[in-house]
């Protein structure tokens, strides 16, 4: 329900560039503002959203019209984009001029998007979205690039951990507790017992994988860098630096690459680890492997157990930290493929603030999907498991507003509380409010982009050297213009820097 971004994580962080673009078209003046119902003929918003498996999504769709309408007079068409599909099928629809109205977006793939000319600026839309500037407060600002609001920011933990997540029921016959595992990025030798833990999964249970999904260290960087939005040029060891480096030639990059390259020969990862898209947790479900890697919040066993079906132990394997990335890594835009962009803000200020739509997204259909329970919280039905409803998501922090959403059985009383409160003891970087402007550098990180694209997951997952290809990799990146964006990220922080003073 309110698992980080990150990934996303975050998440998150999960899939790479998408087309999109900026748009300097004004509003409608016939288009009503507010969450008021206008009259005339309903339109009809195609949202882009991230769904969970087909099922019951026809009649969420229903359920949700009923809402807009009664509020808005508008309808909505659901479009399901699953995080696979989100980096496939979403660029060709709007390469083909398909009248999407909103999405969600994730930061480091917004230079496409504004490059590509698909996103509208929300600052010229103020009078339709004045419930999110209430929703957000100051978190408004992480949606700026330069002077463009290019989007809003989901309610999410601010915060940026990651951690392995591993079977409990393995784990305990194995002979472990929590208490055994103190991984730190401070002694590289820590994570061996990670990978000790792994051997004795290998031989105890051979049908099962050790490690599955597709995040790993590597890929999860925003856990560890602050690179204002990508990861090319970073303020390492946890953002408390102030000078731009390539991440690639660190030392912290090459072990990770040589822990994952240890656990691919090994084979305590699949074999297909590197090419397969799906995500850790329904690998997980389906009882394939026993540990995967996510970013977590506050109330992530509870969130595990209901996207896995699994109880999970936890071993953090990154210290808390709080950049600009973390409120705005994913975001909700109007694209300028809307037929009426006004009514689009209209739509997405009513989705803000609208506890009935985001339960809708998120859990299903109330009854069939899930109920409240005694405690108040929501449940599966009776008889229903993770693995037997035809709609359950579990990924609130991707939909407009999860501190809206009935929380999911298990969730402490006061679990939004922690939520809000979670980034209270991290480590804040030191460029933390400060927007990169990619503009100047677009060129140079669409080629840095695809220089990556060609070794990022080998590398990261161990399938190939890591030595050889680091070397390769860093010699094509900085033929693709690296060092211009470095010393581009490095102009504007140090003007920033100056003006903090």
Request: net charge negative.
């Amino acid at each position: 329900m309110i698992k980080r971004l990150l990934f996303v994580s975050i998440a998150f962080i999960l899939v790479l560039a998408v087309l999109a673009g900026c748009s300097g078209n004004k509003p409608n003046e016939n288009s009503s503002s507010g969450n008021k119902s206008s009259s005339g003929e309903p339109y009809t918003v195609n949202f882009a959203y991230h769904a969970p498996k087909e099922g019951n999504q026809q009649e969420v769709n229903k359920l949700i019209n009923e809402l807009t309408m009664k509020d808005l007079n508008m309808k909505v068409n659901l479009i399901p984009l699953s995080w696979d599909t989100y980096n496939s099928k979403l660029p060709m629809m709007l390469a083909s001029g398909e009248p999407i109205d909103i999405s969600f977006a994730f930061s480091f793939s917004m230079p496409n998007f504004l490059d590509g000319g698909y996103i509208v600026d929300a600052s010229k839309y103020e009078e339709y979205t004045k419930d999110i500037y209430g929703v957000l407060g100051d978190d408004v600002k992480a949606g700026y690039i330069g002077d463009m609001l290019v989007g809003f920011p989901m309610m999410n933990s601010r915060a940026t951990p990651s951690g392995i997540f591993v079977r409990k029921d393995i784990f305990e016959a194995l002979g472990y507790k929590e208490s055994d595992f103190n991984v730190t990025t401070d002694d590289y030798s820590s994570f061996d017992k990670i990978t000790e833990m792994f051997a004795k999964v290998k031989e105890k249970y051979p049908d099962i994988t050790p490690f599955d999904g597709f995040r790993t260290f590597g890929l999860n960087f925003i856990s560890y860098i602050d690179g204002l939005g990508d990861q090319f040029g970073v303020l390492d060891n946890y953002g408390q630096s102030t000078t731009f480096k390539n991440w690639y030639e660190s030392e912290q990059f090459l072990q990770f690459a040589k822990l994952n390259r240890k656990w691919f020969t090994e084979g305590y990862s699949s074999k297909d680890i590197a090419v397969d898209k799906e995500l850790g947790q329904a690998k997980m479900k389906a009882g394939k492997t026993f540990a995967i890697f996510a970013s977590y919040g506050p109330n992530v066993l509870t969130e595990m157990k209901s996207q896995t079906g699994y109880d999970v132990v936890m071993i953090p394997v990154s210290k808390k930290m709080k950049a600009t990335v973390a409120v705005s890594g994913a975001m909700n835009v109007v694209l300028s493929t809307s037929k009426d962009k006004a009514k689009a803000f209209q739509f997405l200020n009513w989705a803000y603030t609208n506890a009935e739509f985001n339960d809708l997204l998120n859990w299903g259909v109330p009854g069939k999907d899930w109920v409240v329970n005694e405690n108040g919280q929501a449940d599966y039905p009776p008889g229903q498991t993770a693995q037997t409803v035809n709609y359950h998501s579990d990924y609130g922090f991707i939909y407009p507003n999860q501190y809206l959403m009935t929380p999911w059985a298990g969730s402490p009383k006061d679990i939004w509380d922690r939520l809000k409160n979670f980034d209270q003891d991290a480590i804040i970087s030191k460029a933390f409010g400060l927007n990169f402007d990619s503009a100047p550098v677009s060129a140079e990180l669409s080629q840095l982009n695809s220089v990556l694209a060609k070794y990022e997951n080998a590398i990261n997952f161990g399938a190939v050297d890591p030595e050889e290809n680091i070397k390769k990799l860093n010699d094509e990146l900085y033929g693709a213009g690296l060092q211009k964006v470095i010393d581009e990220k490095q102009r504007q922080l140090d003007a920033w820097l100056a003006k903090q003073k």
